[in-house]
């Protein structure tokens, strides 16, 4: 397989992930580990994280629905105390190998984000590693979230290759299955969080790992 572009998740991929802080923030406030997540997994296309990653909702009205749903699980965590979570550490690695790379593949990134995050992350390590891509797609602004298909349609058609000629990166089982359909490559990449994930859809990954240049590498022929 000749592969002319890598499309890379942003959120736990080329960053840290947003669930170490969720799970600080749980641990300091007396709430049951992995609660935020569970309260993001439930309803996915419709509640209120994915309405703000639509950007469908201000963020009064995320702050609001999301703090119901918590209430209706029993706790009180309000969405804007979410929001200052998610800004996640730039794995300096990844900037070096994006740039190795940048050279002889087309670099795409799809990103669930919110309007607010995308503002806030704008920091000079996030600033170093957004021109390394050719084209960046962003929830909060398209519109559309992964794992919606038609967002990765968007990215291949603005990178100018078909799907089979794409490799996918992320660390969320469910965004890899879109991807694989398509006719992309895929890799799940593993981290402390999404372990007990791994064989959920396996069917839908090529390669798994947190050794990410090893395994492009390999895949690549480097």
């Avoid at 749980?26 to 639509?54: M, V």
């Avoid at 200052?84 to 087309?106: A, P």
Wanted: glycine letters at 6%.
């Amino acid at each position: 397989m000749k592969y002319k572009a890598i499309i890379w998740d942003f959120g736990g991929v080329i960053t840290s992930s947003p669930f170490e802080a969720f799970n600080r923030y749980e641990e300091s406030n007396g709430l049951p580990k992995d609660i935020i997540r569970t309260i993001n997994s439930e309803n996915p296309d419709n509640n209120a994280w994915a309405k703000f990653e639509n950007n469908s909702i201000s963020i009064d009205e995320f702050d609001a629905l999301f703090l119901g749903e918590a209430k209706s699980k029993g706790y009180h965590i309000c969405g804007r105390d979410i929001i200052k979570l998610l800004k996640g550490s730039i794995r300096k690695n990844m900037v070096i190998f994006l740039r190795e790379l940048k050279s002889d593949y087309k670099l795409g990134c799809i990103t669930n984000n919110v309007k607010s995050s995308s503002e806030e992350n704008s920091d000079n390590e996030t600033k170093e590693a957004m021109p390394l891509f050719d084209h960046i797609i962003e929830s909060s602004i398209v519109g559309i979230r992964k794992p919606n298909p038609e967002i990765y349609i968007m990215s291949c058609n603005a990178l100018g290759v078909k799907p089979n000629q794409c490799i996918y990166l992320d660390d969320l089982g469910i965004n890899l299955k879109p991807a694989r359909e398509l006719g992309m490559s895929t890799v799940w990449v593993e981290n402390d969080f999404n372990r007990k994930e791994a064989n959920i859809l396996k069917e839908y990954i090529n390669f798994t790992g947190s050794d990410l240049k090893s395994i492009l590498s390999n895949m690549l022929k480097i």
